[in-house]
């Protein structure tokens, strides 16, 4: 399985930026997708996450400013981000949760920075 991630780079406050992440060689329509993401000194954080069905779960920093989304034709998942502030600056991750035989495997995308800076 590999993940391949894009749609980082540098915007304003306020401004926005869609993330994308694109799966391969994987059983995407029936694994959960997820965003997390990593500042400098600190632990990476859950940014929001998408189940098989749909169902969507935000950190409370994100809700209401961020939308994930997943189109399934084309295995890939999305994070619509708007009203970023420099909060949000960090590297950006996704991840692909897969059940196979009672055990879960974790896949992990390469990273992609974003810097909300004036």
């Known amino acids: 399985v590999q993940l391949q991630a894009s749609g980082g780079g540098l915007v304003q406050p306020g401004g926005s930026l869609r993330l994308s992440c694109a799966s391969s060689?994987?059983?995407?329509?029936?694994?959960?997708l997820a965003w997390y993401r990593q500042a400098p000194g600190t632990q990476r954080e859950l940014v929001a996450s998408?189940?098989?069905?749909?169902?969507?779960d935000y950190t409370d920093s994100t809700k209401g400013r961020f939308t994930v989304s997943r189109d399934n034709a084309k295995d890939t998942v999305y994070l619509q981000m708007n009203g970023l502030t420099p909060e949000d600056t960090a590297v950006y991750y996704c991840n692909e949760e897969s059940w196979k035989r009672g055990i879960k495997y974790e896949y992990w995308g390469q990273g992609t920075q974003v810097t909300v800076s004036s």
């Open positions: 060689g994987s059983t995407f329509r029936f694994d959960k």
């Open positions: 998408i189940s098989q069905g749909g169902r969507t």
